[in-house]
């Protein structure tokens, strides 16, 4: 018996009969042969991480565009506490642990530079639209090693592609709309719990908002601190899935509505604040030039793959894998003029 099978069997014997195991996977796209000591889910995570789509991350923009100080969330950090987020609830419910890392680690691979403004500039710009979690599903499948992919799991990738909700229901009662693996959903409110701590942590830094300004009814249900808050959250989505003896990732009602509320609070107080949309604004300009230029020289900056796919398709590929600081950099080098220099 390999380390694999005995890591097999080791989730066969102590798992719970509702988690995903990595020997009884859908399979990639393309076959292979498995590994001598790594599951299946094990080696979707590691591609992950190796990936440059990954190592992007670092500098794309949470919330604040291209922000100055060290503290801010980027999407690498905020990548880094949804994994943290799921794995805790998958560890607590004996569900994979390996397989819900590996689906938060990849949830964000295809965001744009500069935040949602960035998602909402492609969706305006590209004719079939541009969702980012179908981008990351994109990346993963078509992308990553010059269009070749990374070839993860079908229990991945659906994770990847069922992962955003963006301002509707967290927890989607439509089956279709949901993962299939129940650590696919974990992963889906993991998201949420994370972004609304931590981009009110943010905002309070940038003195958008101050503490003082979360309404009290959340402050009572939720706790006043970012860790009291995150804790609550968790706490209550394993009582509640177990609750339905697991038969689908659950909150409470009354948690449930209190987090949906402090997303609103964010929305209304943060995300389309007056500062917030006057940088939304030049990130459009910034990102709609640059698409607009990469089309008139597609042999400079857009890949020849997919094969078949459309140029307009392949120039927002281009566009979503910038990080902020390759964006402004090319927009300066391209759009601004150069000044002289003396001999």
Do not use: C
């Not at 509707?168 to 693996?181: D, F, N, R, Y």
């Not at 020289?297 to 140029?311: E, M, Q, R, T």
């Not at 990080?323 to 000044?339: I, K, M, N, Q, V």
């Amino acid at each position: 018996m390999t380390i694999r099978e005995k890591l097999e069997e080791i989730e066969r014997t102590t798992l719970s009969p509702r988690a995903a195991l990595s020997a009884e996977s859908g399979g990639r796209i393309r076959a292979e042969s498995p590994h001598a000591f790594r599951t299946a889910f094990q080696r979707d995570r590691d591609r992950i991480i190796h990936s440059k789509s990954f190592r992007r991350l670092k500098h794309k923009t949470q919330v604040f565009l291209a922000p100055f100080g060290d503290h801010y969330r980027t999407r690498l950090t905020h990548t880094l506490e949804v994994s943290q987020i799921a794995r805790t609830i998958a560890k607590a419910l004996r569900l994979n642990e390996d397989l819900t890392e590996a689906i938060a680690l990849g949830h964000d691979l295809g965001h744009t530079p500069f935040g949602h403004a960035g998602e909402d500039t492609l969706n305006m710009l590209l004719a079939g639209g541009f969702s980012h979690a179908e981008q990351s599903l994109r990346v993963v499948e078509k992308l990553e090693y010059e269009g070749k992919g990374l070839n993860l799991t079908a229990e991945v990738r659906d994770g990847i592609a069922k992962h955003s909700k963006g301002r509707g229901e967290i927890l989607e009662s439509a089956p279709a709309e949901m993962a299939k693996t129940l650590e696919g959903q974990i992963v889906r409110v993991s998201d949420v719990i994370a972004y609304v701590n931590h981009d009110i942590d943010d905002a309070v830094r940038a003195g958008v908002i101050q503490d003082e300004d979360i309404p009290p009814a959340l402050v009572r249900n939720l706790g006043k601190w970012h860790a009291t808050r995150i804790d609550r959250l968790v706490e209550d989505v394993i009582r509640s899935s177990l609750k339905v003896d697991m038969e689908r990732i659950a909150m409470s009602k009354e948690t449930l509505a209190a987090l949906v509320n402090l997303r609103e609070f964010l929305y209304e107080k943060v995300y389309n604040s007056r500062f917030a949309l006057e940088e939304v604004e030049k990130a459009k300009k910034i990102l709609s030039d640059l698409y607009s230029y990469v089309l008139s020289a597609p042999d400079a900056y857009i890949k020849p793959f997919p094969k078949g796919d459309s140029l307009e398709r392949r120039a927002a590929d281009f566009i979503a894998g910038m990080t902020d600081l390759y964006a402004l950099a090319l927009y300066e080098r391209l759009f601004f003029p150069r000044s002289w220099r003396s001999q």
